[in-house]
């Protein structure tokens, strides 16, 4: 396969493990976090949905938002990314082939999250569409977002307090998403709560169509979000170093 965008692709890859601060967030703080959160957990399936839902956003927000806002950021000073735009490749392949490692590896991590919640004693999600509309929809709700946030980071060093305010809205709305048990639309609201509504009712009892019609609201809140997270990456996002 030698499409620019694989190419691009695998030099990103390249470049994000030689860095050992993202490498590390990416990487081995998701894997360590989601399986402690899943080691000696007991009750029932909305104890291990809150479970669930914090594995994925740990995923989301290390691997995908933070790698993404860092990664970007790096590029973007070191002008690579504009290096590369006037070449040949169009400035949609440079970012496609800039996002797809992280984007590949957060869904894996996913993927993985799940098979050691499920052999830790987690119910099988009895609804795996929920499950897969939570993880795509809050995978590109979180590349948005990075590339929002890029904007306004100087370094990828500086990633790490600039994602703070997205990473305690991801946390704090699945939490709050969780314990109201979806009844509350202002959870649903907030950024993670709607991601946290869907791995729910993924495990709740019923049909698929009963399912998919209660969550809804949760997947209008998590388009209004990636619709929001878009329009600001659009008109905030820049090629030229901040300095």
């Known amino acids: 396969m030698n499409s620019p965008v694989f190419a691009l692709a695998t030099t990103e890859a390249k470049l994000l493990l030689r860095n050992k601060t993202v490498a590390t967030t990416a990487i081995l703080i998701p894997l360590l976090m989601g399986f402690a959160m899943a080691t000696g957990v007991g009750g029932g399936a909305r104890t291990w949905a809150m479970v669930l839902s914090l594995q994925m956003l740990f995923v989301l927000g290390f691997t995908v938002y933070f790698t993404v806002t860092a990664s970007v950021t790096s590029r973007r000073e070191d002008l690579y990314l504009k290096r590369l735009c006037s070449a040949e490749p169009s400035p949609v392949v440079v970012l496609t082939g800039t996002l797809l490692p992280s984007v590949v590896l957060g869904l894996l991590q996913v993927v993985v999250m799940t098979v050691i919640a499920v052999a830790a004693g987690a119910p099988v ?30 370094t990828s060093e500086q990633a790490q307090i600039t994602t703070l305010p997205f990473f305690m809205a991801l946390f704090a709305g699945a939490v709050w998403a969780s314990v109201s ?50 329009l600001l990456a659009r008109r905030w ?6 300095s």
């Open 237 to 242: 996002f820049r090629w030229e170093p901040r």
């Open 181 to 230: 048990g979806g009844t509350n639309l202002l959870a649903l609201a907030v950024p993670g709560g709607a991601v946290a509504d869907l791995v729910r009712r993924s495990l709740a009892e019923g049909d698929w169509l009963t399912q998919l019609t209660g969550a809804l609201p949760a997947m209008g809140m998590l388009l209004a979000w990636i619709v929001v997270a878009g």
């Open 125 to 154: 999600p009895g609804n795996p569409v929920l499950v897969a509309l939570a993880a795509v929809g809050g995978t590109v709700m979180c590349i948005a977002a990075g590339l929002a946030t890029s904007a306004h980071t100087s």
